[in-house]
């Protein structure tokens, strides 16, 4: 399956739409309002990447890179990886992961961090599959 992959420039009413749809497979949380999607879109900070079925088909994939600059130089995040059921498995999650990793290098970044639950098997075996390796690392949360 075809895939193309865009960075979504705006927020339209498709992309609200998507997200609202998309969110639930990955999260509880609530999706993003129009004018959170706007704040994601247009900072420097995020990218925000959608996969199209083909070239002009629904966005049923996202996902999103965060770049920011730190004394150690850029570093690159991918978070909220997430592709419609209906497409798992034909390598939405792949081509937007290899696209995050092009672009990630495009802005100077010269690594690219990620978490993944160990329950969320076939995203773990897609990571390594690309190049991803386990970091012997703590990953602490503070709840605000």
């Known amino acids: 399956m075809v895939f193309l992959i865009e ?19 990955l999260s509880s949380s609530a999706p993003p309002s129009a004018e959170e999607l706007e704040e ?10 959608v996969a ?8 049923v994939g996202t996902l999103t890179l965060a770049l920011f600059r730190i004394p150690t130089g850029v570093r690159a995040w991918i978070e909220d990886v997430i592709a419609d059921e209906a497409v798992r498995g034909r390598g939405c999650g792949e081509a937007l ?12 970044a010269r690594t690219v961090e990620l978490t993944s639950r160990p329950s969320r098997e076939a995203a773990n075996r897609l990571y390594r599959k690309i190049g991803f390796s386990v970091r012997a690392t703590n990953v602490y949360r503070f709840e605000l």
């Open 7 to 25: 960075e979504a420039v705006s927020v339209t009413d498709e992309l609200v739409g998507a997200i609202g749809h998309l969110l639930p497979f």
């Open 40 to 49: 994601i879109v247009s900072s420097p900070a995020t990218v925000l990447l």
């Open 52 to 59: 199209r079925d083909g070239t002009a088909g629904p966005i």
């Open 97 to 108: 992961t290899r696209e995050a990793l092009k672009v990630a290098s495009e802005r100077g």
